[in-house]
T-cell receptor
Framework: GNSVTQMEGPVTLSEEAFLTINCTYT??????LFWYVQYPGEGLQLLLK?????DKGSNKGFEATYRKETTSFHLEKGSVQVSDSAVYFC????????????FGAGTRLFVKA | NAGVTQTPKFQVLKTGQSMTLQCAQD?????MYWYRQDPGMGLRLIYY???????DKGEVPNGYNVSRLNKREFSLRLESAAPSQTSVYFC?????????????FGPGTRLLVL
C-alpha cells in the first residue's frame, strides 16, 4: 500500500540556517505529493505541492522537487525564520488510493533567534 | 468565506459518555474527512465521505460513527468514549479531481477522556 516516511524531529536550527526535511514515499500509482504545515494550535494548511515527476513546488521560500527515481520529495528552505517554527507533514494522494491522502508522521521544527 | 469550521474547540468527557463533533464547510466540496492526530503518529483517517450520501471507514474507525448530513456538514460521534480516544480531531474537505486533492482543514477539536 501507499506510505510516506519523513525524518523524525524535532529539528532545531538557528535563524537564517538552511533547512532540509527528508521525505520518501511508496506508491503503486502516480501520486501527487504535498507538504502541509501546522502552526501551534491550528489545523494543517497546504504549503506546496507537485503533481508529476520533476515538478518543483514552492511557496514562502520553501521548495520541494518530485523525484520519481528516488521516490523523494524533500523540503528545503535557504534561510529559516523564527516564524517558520511549526510541524511539517509530507503527504501523498493517489488516484489508485481513491484520492485519500496519506500523511507522514510530521517533523517539528524549532527556529531560535 | 469561513472555510472549514469545527465545534467544539475543547471538550472533556468521562469514560462512557457520548458526544458529537460537528464540522461544516462552505467551499462546496464533495469530499469530507475526519482525522485524529496523536503525538508521533501523524494524522490517521477515521472516516471519510467521498460525496453526499456516502461514508466509508478509514484506518481507525472503531468506536466512531459518522453522518454526512448534507453536502456542507459531516459529523463524528463517539457513542461511548474511552481514554484511548483522547486526541485532537481534525475535519477536512476537498474536491476530487481538482487541485490534485488539496485538503482544507478545520482548526481542530481537542478531546480529553477521563
Amino acid at each position: 500500500g501507499n506510505s510516506v516516511t519523513q525524518m523524525e524531529g524535532p529539528v532545531t536550527l538557528s535563524e537564517e540556517a538552511f533547512l532540509t526535511i527528508n521525505c520518501t514515499y511508496t506508491a503503486t500509482g502516480y501520486p501527487s505529493l504535498f507538504w502541509y504545515v501546522q502552526y501551534p494550535g491550528e489545523g494543517l494548511q497546504l504549503l506546496l505541492k507537485a503533481t508529476k515527476a520533476d515538478d518543483k513546488g514552492s511557496n514562502k521560500g520553501f521548495e520541494a522537487t518530485y523525484r520519481k527515481e528516488t521516490t523523494s520529495f524533500h523540503l528545503e528552505k535557504g534561510s529559516v525564520q523564527v516564524s517558520d517554527s511549526a510541524v511539517y507533514f509530507c503527504a501523498l494522494s493517489d488516484r489508485t488510493g481513491g484520492f485519500k491522502t496519506i500523511f507522514g508522521a510530521g517533523t517539528r521544527l524549532f527556529v531560535k533567534a | 468565506n469561513a472555510g472549514v469550521t469545527q465545534t467544539p474547540k475543547f471538550q472533556v468527557l468521562k469514560t462512557g459518555q457520548s458526544m458529537t463533533l460537528q464540522c461544516a464547510q462552505d467551499m462546496n466540496h464533495n469530499s469530507m474527512y475526519w482525522y485524529r492526530q496523536d503525538p508521533g503518529m501523524g494524522l490517521r483517517l477515521i472516516y471519510y465521505s467521498a460525496s453526499e450520501g456516502t461514508t466509508d471507514k478509514g484506518e481507525v474507525p472503531n468506536g466512531y460513527n459518522v453522518s454526512r448530513l448534507n453536502k456542507r456538514e459531516f459529523s463524528l460521534r463517539l457513542e461511548s468514549a474511552a481514554p484511548s480516544q483522547t486526541s485532537v480531531y481534525f475535519c477536512a474537505s476537498s474536491e476530487p479531481g481538482l487541485s490534485q486533492e488539496t485538503q482544507y482543514f478545520g482548526p481542530g477539536t481537542r478531546l480529553l477522556v477521563l
